[in-house]
C-alpha cells in the first residue's frame, strides 16, 4: 500500500501561481512515477503531468510552458509548480503513484482544490 498526502491547493487570482506537494508513504518501489490529474466540474480527469524516479517527464498540451514538475526522490515528494494560471485550471488536483512510468495509477491522493478567479 502507497499512502499520498496532498497540500498547497488554494483560491489565486487569473495569472497566479501555486505550488502542489505531495508525499508519498509506504511501500514504495525505487523505480516508479507520481504525478498529477485533475477534474474540473463537469468534466472527466486528465492527466496534468507526470514524472519517473529517473526524471522523466510528461505534460498535458494546455500546461506546457505554465507548469513545472519535479521530484525529491530522498523525500518521496512530488511538487507542481503552477504559473500564469488561468480561470481553466480550476479544478481538484488529484497526486497519483503508479508502479511504473507506463502504468496507470495504481495509487490516488484525496484532492486538493485549485481554485483561479478571473
Known amino acids: 500500500q502507497v499512502q499520498l498526502v496532498e497540500s498547497g491547493g488554494g483560491l489565486v487570482q487569473t495569472g497566479g501561481s501555486l505550488r502542489l506537494s505531495c508525499a508519498a508513504s509506504g511501500s514504495i518501489l525505487s523505480t516508479n512515477a507520481m504525478g498529477w490529474y485533475r477534474r474540473a466540474p463537469g468534466k472527466q480527469r486528465e492527466l496534468v503531468a507526470t514524472i519517473s524516479s529517473g526524471g522523466a517527464t510528461k505534460y498535458a498540451d494546455s500546461v506546457k510552458g505554465r507548469f513545472t514538475i519535479s521530484r525529491d526522490n530522498a523525500k518521496n515528494t512530488v511538487y507542481l509548480q503552477m504559473n500564469s494560471l488561468k480561470p481553466e485550471d480550476t479544478a481538484v488536483y488529484y497526486c497519483?503513484?503508479?508502479?511504473?512510468?507506463?502504468?496507470?495509477?495504481?495509487?490516488w491522493g484525496q484532492g486538493t482544490q485549485v481554485t483561479v478567479s478571473s
Open positions: 497519483h503513484y503508479s508502479r511504473t512510468y507506463y502504468r496507470p495509477p495504481d495509487y
